[in-house]
T-cell receptor
Framework: RKEVEQDPGPFNVPEGATVAFNCTYSNSASQSFFWYRQDCRKEPKLLMS???SGNEDGRFTAQLNRASQYISLLIRDSKLSDSATYLC?????????FGKGTSLLVTP | DGGITQSPKYLFRKEGQNVTLSCEQN?????MYWYRQDPGQGLRLIYYSQIVNDFQKGDIAEGYSVSREKKESFPLTVTSAQKNPTAFYLCASSIGRRSETQYFGPGTRLLVL
């Protein structure tokens, strides 16, 4: 089974900081990539898709490096409400593979 | 509002008992999925269905069964053969292929008495 690997954290950052998460995927045939956010004891929610050219949505920027097979998520100006677990996801066209998540805690 | 609903929110199972988790969607999505999440673990695929009256096993199907008689509904039965059923069960749906973005219901927590 192809794996998606993430640093579980936790990442503890002060409000207003910039934080970056990386994740690596092992399946070179993966075609689609996503970041999901999961709050404690809740369902995962799509944060953003990740495109080859990189993409930005407000304070969030996602990057894909196919050569090195990693995906990154950058959060600028962290808010208390950003505290959650961030799941890295890839797809080979056959299945979605979820990483175990990176925990972020933003403190006042 | 369009979305995915799961019930119940909490479910308790006695030894040797079969229990059924409900999942309904009004997004008009063709594909539906069941995942299991254990503490500190990623999501693992139990079963998926890409069309009515058809479904396929995922990575951990043993001890589970599903049906897809209607496009909107994809119930999951946890049978007595599943020896470690305590987990957070998540239902998801997508417009079509498994690789497309999936949207999740709020989940059901199953506990064994």
């Amino acid at each position: 089974r192809k794996e998606v690997e993430q640093d579980p954290g936790p990442f503890n950052v002060p409000e207003g900081a910039t934080v970056a998460f990386n994740c690596t995927y092992s399946n070179s045939a993966s075609q689609s990539f996503f970041w999901y956010r999961q709050d404690c004891r809740k369902e995962p929610k799509l944060l953003m898709s990740v495109y080859s050219s990189g993409n930005e949505d407000g304070r969030f920027t996602a990057q894909l490096n196919r050569a090195s097979q990693y995906i990154s998520l950058l959060i600028r100006d962290s808010k208390l409400s950003d505290s959650a677990t961030y799941l890295c996801v890839d797809s080979s066209g056959y299945a979605l593979n979820f990483g175990k998540g990176t925990s972020l805690l933003v403190t006042p | 509002d369009g979305g995915i609903t799961q019930s119940p929110k909490y479910l308790f199972r006695k030894e040797g008992q079969n229990v059924t988790l409900s999942c309904e969607q009004n997004l008009n999505h063709d594909a539906m999925y069941w995942y299991r999440q254990d503490p500190g673990q990623g999501l693992r695929l139990i079963y998926y269905s890409q069309i009515v009256n058809d479904f396929q096993k995922g990575d951990i199907a043993e001890g589970y069964s599903v049906s897809r008689e209607k496009k909107e509904s994809f119930p999951l039965t946890v049978t007595s053969a599943q020896k470690n059923p305590t987990a957070f069960y998540l239902c998801a749906s997508s417009i079509g292929r498994r690789s497309e973005t999936q949207y999740f219901g709020p989940g059901t927590r199953l506990l064994v008495l």
